[in-house]
């Protein structure tokens, strides 16, 4: 018994779906990772409160990326 061909419908819904899923997965989270890194200490109250927003929705994202990324702050140079 041999496989059936692959039809070009399934094809396209599967490149849409892996498309969307990278775009959820590693573009949006990534793009945000640095934009807060960027605007952490300016952010005004309503900026704060659409960040944390679209942190809570693209969170598995940011779950992938989190063990690479280090955002601790630069120490501060002591020169007396």
């Given amino acids: 018994m041999t496989m059936p061909a692959l039809s070009t419908d399934f094809l ?4 849409a779906y892996a498309a969307i899923a990278g775009v959820y997965l590693l573009v ?3 793009a945000l990772l640095f934009y807060v890194q960027h ?5 005004g ?4 409160t ?4 679209l942190v809570f929705v693209f969170f598995p994202g940011m779950l992938l990326f989190s063990p690479f990324l280090n955002f601790r702050p630069r120490p501060r140079d002591l020169k007396a």
Avoid: D
């Fill in 12 to 15: 396209l819904a599967a490149g």
């Fill in 28 to 30: 949006v989270p990534l």
């Fill in 39 to 43: 605007r952490w200490y300016v952010a």
């Fill in 45 to 48: 109250s309503v900026e704060r």
């Fill in 50 to 53: 659409l960040l944390y927003g």
